[in-house]
């Protein structure tokens, strides 16, 4: 059998969860980061993954991107797995060192298969959608904390098709968590798009976790109108959204009316409880000082809203509110929702 050469590009918390555990089960990985201080660690000492899938400190192949011409490699596979905004760059820097016939998977926040797919070529871009809780906040260690047993790997063809290829992968990212294959990707892609959006904003708002944000009375009412928002949007542009955080994409539309709210609240609250406590990426690159994905979560789905005629204002609320959380440097906290009313 041949070797699959993996790349993955980003080693954050989802990179490194993907690039420590693909190693972990034997595959030829190397992972590649912008981040000076996290590449010297993992070469010196390996790369530690905690929490709640176990304790494991894994020797890896770890490069900085002015390494990666030098190696003269090339990637059967390779993940992106940076920041919304540094899609373009990452695709771009990346596909050079793909295969003709190899694949370039966006591991990622947000919809950013069709910013990856005309710079890497359509025939090499695959979706990697994720249900995985997991942080770094220290260089070269990564803490998951999702249930080990939740399904957390989502993969698609743009066609929307099974291939041979889906299902190699599906094979690969079995050693990462429980992984399905999807005929409706643009329908995984905005599910996920939902979730993040009513997560990710109001954690970095309040500074509580995710599984929090889905339990507190103060935020639940507001993210289901956030998902509802998204719901109708993705709608409107022909897209059949996927269950979000496992509730039927409709309840939420049908919760923001005034019907069924009660049992999106009591699913809502059961999500928590598969989530762990784990910090949203988004509260985290506040707590860090760093720009925020915002303009590619909800702002992406207020961009989408106007250009549909569909009308986002609590997607709207968020966006600015974390906007201004981000320009000012002020403190998540849970005072902050007064600011966010101010923009309702």
Sequence with gaps: MVVKKIAVLGVGAIGGTIGGCLTMAGYDVTLIDQWPENVETMKAKGLRISGTHGEHQIPVKAIHLTEVSPANAEYDIAFVCTKSYDTRWAAS??????????????????????????????NRALACILNLGSGMYEPAHVVR??????????????H????????????????????????????????????????????????????????????????????????????????????????????YLEADSGEGLEYVETELGHAAGERGEGL?????????????????????????????????????????????????KLTPDLANLEMLDSYL
Excluded at 99 to 111: E, F, L, R
Excluded at 145 to 158: F, I, K, Q, S, W
């Design 280 to 328: 949203p990426s988004l509260l985290q690159d506040l707590k860090k000082g760093r720009r925020t994905e915002i303009d590619y979560l909800n702002g992406y789905v207020v961009e989408k809203g106007n250009r549909a005629g569909i009308n986002t204002p609590v997607n709207g609320a968020l966006a600015a509110t974390v906007r201004r959380i981000e320009g000012e």
């Design 145 to 158: 904390t999702n249930e080990p047993e939740a399904m957390t790997v989502t993969l698609g063809e743009l």
């Design 93 to 122: 820097f990346i596909a050079p060192y793909v295969k003709a016939d190899g694949a370039v998977v966006s591991a990622q926040n947000s919809i950013n298969d069709p910013v990856i797919a005309p710079i890497v070529g359509y």
């Design 160 to 251: 929307c098709r099974i291939s041979p290829r889906l299902r190699e992968l599906g094979e690969i990212m079995s050693s990462v968590g429980k992984t399905k294959l999807t005929t409706n990707t643009w329908g995984e892609r905005w599910a996920k798009l939902a979730v993040n959006c009513m997560v990710n904003p109001m954690a970095g708002i309040t500074g509580i976790s995710s599984a929090e944000v889905r339990r507190n009375e103060a935020t639940r009412g507001l993210i289901i109108k956030a998902a509802a928002e998204a719901v109708r949007v993705a709608t409107a542009m022909g897209v059949e959204v996927e269950p979000i955080n496992g509730i039927p994409a409709h309840a």
